[in-house]
């Protein structure tokens, strides 16, 4: 087995509970690890042989573009997709961050990780 790692996919996105954040929008970032076979693909050197990295990037991209209240609930939409798109990926850890999030304080970022595996 192996992990194919994305790591910081920066998007602006407009999640949040607040009616501000959906229409201000916010920065955020998302960190994808995807547990996988490489053998096939490390003897063959053909795409089609592993997990397209642009594939996933596009996912990611797509998901973190439709507005939802709270993190979870993109990170579910993220990893529901990969697994219905993408059959060779037995196991899925997901971060979303959102970057300097409205909490009255001096925080960096707030992250959720969820971490899934193929039923």
């Not at 501000?20 to 920065?27: L, N």
């Not at 690890?33 to 996988?36: D, N, R």
């Given at each position: 087995m192996g992990i194919i790692k994305l790591k910081n996919?920066?998007?602006y996105s407009y999640h949040g509970c607040l009616v501000?954040?959906?229409?201000?929008?916010?920065?955020y970032s998302v960190d994808l690890?995807?547990?996988?076979d490489l053998r096939k693909s490390a003897l063959s050197d053909n795409l089609e042989d592993t997990v397209d990295y642009v594939l996933l990037n596009r996912i990611v991209e797509e998901e973190m573009a439709i507005r939802s209240q709270l993190l979870e609930h993109v990170a579910h939409r993220i990893?529901?997709?990969i697994f219905d798109e993408v059959a060779a990926i037995s196991r899925i850890t997901l971060a979303v961050s959102k970057l300097n999030p409205p909490i009255g304080g001096d925080v960096e970022a707030v992250t959720i990780e969820m971490e899934e595996y193929r039923n």
């Open positions: 996919i920066r998007t501000e954040e959906g229409k201000i929008g916010s920065d690890e995807v547990k996988t990893i529901k997709r």
